[in-house]
């Protein structure tokens, strides 16, 4: 199925990029989530609007994210939510939680559909988050989950 990344998909493509997937992919994750349209010949125009869109918020040149790399290791992130007696959370930290953390702690603004969390957290204590800048630079960072 020939369909329309609507956002940033690892190990598939960027916003506004047209690719070949398998129906089921499309059909039961990528288009319910948001990440992707279907493509039809109208809608060849919406690629346009989103790589126009994309190229707003990405970071253009590897200079510019190495810099922001930089500053995303200098930050100390700290979340705190709410978890139970075992350590446990009610629910799990979001990728749009820890850009907001790094935001809060003096850190660069960045767009949540950036950070890959790799498994849910689900726990209190230190976790490695990485956060794609460029499609050659990735930052490391250290977030830090405490009971609130």
């Known amino acids: ?3 329309i990344l609507t956002n940033e998909v690892s190990g598939l493509g960027g916003a506004g990029d ?3 997937v398998r129906d089921g992919y499309a059909r039961n994750y990528l288009v319910p989530r948001g990440f992707a349209i279907r493509w039809t010949k109208g ?3 919406d690629v346009e609007q989103i790589r126009r869109a994309r190229r707003m918020r990405e970071i253009a040149t590897i200079e510019q994210a190495n810099e922001v790399k930089a500053q995303l290791e200098a930050v100390n992130v700290r979340l705190k939510v709410r978890a139970g007696d075992q350590g446990r959370l009610f629910g799990s930290v979001t990728p749009a939680d820890v850009a907001s953390a790094v935001k809060e702690a003096g850190g660069p603004d960045i767009d ?3 950070v890959e969390l790799g498994a849910p957290i ?4 230190s976790h490695k988050v990485s956060v794609r800048l460029h499609a050659d630079v990735e930052a490391k960072i250290d977030v ?5």
């Open 112 to 114: 949540k559909r950036r």
């Open 43 to 45: 809608g060849e125009k």
């Open 18 to 20: 047209v690719v070949e």
């Open 144 to 148: 830090e989950v405490n009971a609130a």
């Open 1 to 3: 199925m020939k369909i």
């Open 122 to 125: 689900k726990t209190l204590g």
